[in-house]
T-cell receptor, first 112, second 111 residues
Framework: NAGVTQTPKFRILKIGQSMTLQCTQD?????MYWYRQDPGMGLKLIYY???????DKGEVPNGYNVSRSTTEDFPLRLELAAPSQTSVYFC???????????FGQGTRLTVV | RKEVEQDPGPFNVPEGATVAFNCTYS??????FFWYRQDCRKEPKLLMS???SGNEDGRFTAQLNRASQYISLLIRDSKLSDSATYLC????????????FGKGTMLLVSP
C-alpha cells in the first residue's frame, strides 16, 4: 500500500537551476498539498489542489508552481532556485478538506 | 492570536509519567481537529482525530473544548518511543479550507 510517494528524497541544486518535485498518491484522494518545513519551524502550505485541474495558493507560493492534470499526481515546480528555498518539502493528500491528511516521506532540498 | 498555537517545549519526562499538551486555535468556525506525531527528520503521521465527545486510543486521550477553543492530548505511562514532536492540526472550516498545523510540542522521554 504505497499511499503518498515523493521523489526525489534528496537533491542539491545550484542557484538559478530549476527542478520538479514529484508527488503521486494511490488513495484516490481529492485534495493534495505541498508544504515546506524549515528547521525548527512548522509546516507552511505552498499550494494545494481540491481536484484535477484546480489549484490554489497557500501561505508561501512565491517561487513555486504546481499543476494537477490527474487525481494521482501533483508536481511542484521550482523555476529559479534560491537559497531561501532550502527546506524539506512534504506532499500530502486527503479525501476531503476536513479529513486527515497523509504525507509522503519528504524531499530534502538544498540550494547552494 | 496565531491560528494554531502550541507550547514548543521541550517537555522532559521520565518513563511512566503522564504528560499533557494543550493547543489553542483562533477560528471558531474550525470543524476538524487532529494530533499528528513527527519524528526527527520524518514526515508527520496521524496520531488521532479529536472528537467533540473526546476520544481515547490506548495510552492517548484527546479532548476538545470548543467554548475555549483548545484541544488537548494526554499521554499516560510514557514510553521512550513516545519521544517526538506532537503537532496540533486544525481545519479552518468553510469552502475549500485546508489544514493548519501548529509548530509542535517536543516531548523527550528519558529512562
Amino acid at each position: 500500500n504505497a499511499g503518498v510517494t515523493q521523489t526525489p528524497k534528496f537533491r542539491i541544486l545550484k542557484i538559478g537551476q530549476s527542478m520538479t518535485l514529484q508527488c503521486t498518491q494511490d488513495m484516490n484522494h481529492n485534495y493534495m498539498y505541498w508544504y515546506r518545513q524549515d528547521p525548527g519551524m512548522g509546516l507552511k502550505l505552498i499550494y494545494y489542489s481540491v481536484g484535477a485541474g484546480i489549484t490554489d495558493k497557500g501561505e508561501v507560493p512565491n517561487g513555486y508552481n504546481v499543476s494537477r492534470s490527474t487525481t494521482e499526481d501533483f508536481p511542484l515546480r521550482l523555476e529559479l532556485a534560491a537559497p531561501s528555498q532550502t527546506s524539506v518539502y512534504f506532499c500530502a493528500s486527503s479525501r476531503q478538506a476536513n479529513t486527515e491528511a497523509f504525507f509522503g516521506q519528504g524531499t530534502r532540498l538544498t540550494v547552494v | 492570536r496565531k491560528e494554531v498555537e502550541q507550547d514548543p517545549g521541550p517537555f522532559n519526562v521520565p518513563e511512566g509519567a503522564t504528560v499533557a499538551f494543550n493547543c489553542t486555535y483562533s477560528n471558531s468556525a474550525s470543524q476538524s481537529f487532529f494530533w499528528y506525531r513527527q519524528d526527527c527528520r520524518k514526515e508527520p503521521k496521524l496520531l488521532m482525530s479529536v472528537y467533540s465527545s473526546g476520544n481515547e486510543d490506548g495510552r492517548f486521550t484527546a479532548q476538545l473544548n470548543r467554548a475555549s477553543q483548545y484541544i488537548s492530548l494526554l499521554i499516560r505511562d510514557s514510553k521512550l518511543s513516545d519521544s517526538a514532536t506532537y503537532l496540533c492540526v486544525v481545519n479552518k472550516g468553510g469552502g475549500y479550507s485546508t489544514l493548519t498545523f501548529g509548530k509542535g510540542t517536543m516531548l523527550l522521554v528519558s529512562p
